[in-house]
């Protein structure tokens, strides 16, 4: 731009100087001349006017770029504070899902040690009862022994009268048969001799009545015990049937592998149907693992309630291998409620269910 000034300003010159050497020129020339110097000028301030306009695109362009590098510090502050607050988001779920689980397993553990509690109870509620029958029985039972030894000695006196009368009798004989001797009979006493029961007829009529008082005691003592056996029974067999119908209850979670009838196909697992007594493995329709088919025991009570407890150390226990196996998962029907499972199992050797004797 200060070169096409100075451009302008010798092409100024020149005109001047062709004016001054022609001072007879024509005035339009210089108009023209003029008109050309205002033209430039015009051109300089429009050309001036561009510089400061480029200028101020410059420090417009300027200030731009430091507003745009202001907005990207702060775009990235913007970023580093919702990294920081995702960070601090996702630590707090952690923690929070850490807390849930924390909770979720107090609760679980409460829960459980709960129902142990609850469990415990019961099984000390059915312990105190069963001791409480059991020193019933035990009364019963030295009420009975006491009154046999009672009886014993009514009977033992009773023999001991019984002796007694017969040492009079046959002193009595031995007296008669020395009176007779001494004595001559009449006609009168004869006929009273003759009419009275001698001596020996006495005596084993004495005899006769000893065995049967004797007899009638030992009867009636056996009647005795055998009432109080009757009794005792028919108590075990109610407390049996109750314990049967609280195992019936508790062996509904077993209908879905076994069946409990006779003559009845069998599920995942064998009919349970006479199970008790049997021999372990042996069964014709129903195909064992490996373990249970050579296994050499048999079902009773007690391997039948360790069998539902946990029937996967039952097998190693029961077989004597460490490696032995079962298919049936643990129920941990455990104490107390296994006991009444097997008294229901037991039930099943004389009829179909324990169902139809409660209907019965």
């Known amino acids: 731009m200060k070169m096409f000034a100075w451009i302008s300003s010798l092409i100024f010159i020149g005109v001047v100087v062709s004016g001054c050497s022609e001072s007879t020129a024509d005035q339009s020339n210089a108009r023209s001349a003029e008109m050309a110097v205002n033209k430039m000028a015009a051109v300089q301030t429009a050309l001036d006017q561009v510089l400061d306009a480029r200028n101020a695109i410059k420090t417009a362009d300027d200030n731009k770029l430091l507003a745009v590098e202001d907005a990207e510090k702060k775009r990235e502050a913007v970023r580093n504070a919702i990294a920081m607050a995702t960070e601090e988001s996702e630590a707090l779920k952690k923690e929070a899902a850490m807390r849930a689980a924390w909770a979720k397993k107090t609760h679980d553990q409460a829960t459980e040690t709960r129902n142990l509690l609850l469990k415990a109870a019961m ?8 001791l409480a029958e059991k020193e019933k029985a035990l009364i019963d039972i030295r009420m009975l022994n006491e009154q046999h030894q009672n009886d014993a000695k009514a009977a033992m006196l009773g023999k001991l009268n019984a002796e007694k009368q017969l040492a009079v009798v046959l002193e009595a004989e031995r007296l008669a048969a020395l009176s007779i001797h001494l004595v001559t009979p009449n006609a009168d006493t004869e006929h009273n001799m003759q009419m009275q029961p ?53 062996a509904q979670k077993c209908q879905s592998c076994h069946n409990f009838e006779p003559n009845q196909e069998k599920k995942f697992g064998p009919n349970l149907f006479s199970i008790v007594g049997q021999q372990a493995g042996k069964s014709q329709d129903y195909k064992y693992g490996a373990s249970l088919a050579k296994a050499d025991f048999t079902w009773n009570e007690e391997n039948l309630t360790d069998w539902i407890c946990h029937s996967g150390k039952s097998i190693k226990k029961l077989t004597g291998n460490n490696y032995a196996s079962t298919k049936m998962l643990p129920q941990h029907i455990c104490g107390q409620d296994a006991k009444d499972v097997v008294a229901y199992l037991r039930t099943l050797k004389s009829q179909a269910s324990i169902k139809r004797k409660t209907d019965s």
């Open 123 to 130: 099984e000390q509620s059915d312990a105190k009862a069963l």
């Open 198 to 250: 001698s001596a020996a007829e006495t005596t084993a009529k004495l005899k006769k009545d000893h065995v049967n008082t004797v007899a009638k005691t030992e009867v009636a003592t056996k009647k005795t015990v055998k009432k109080q056996a009757h009794k005792a029974a028919k108590k075990a067999d109610l407390k049996l049937a109750s314990n049967a119908q609280r195992g019936h209850g508790l």
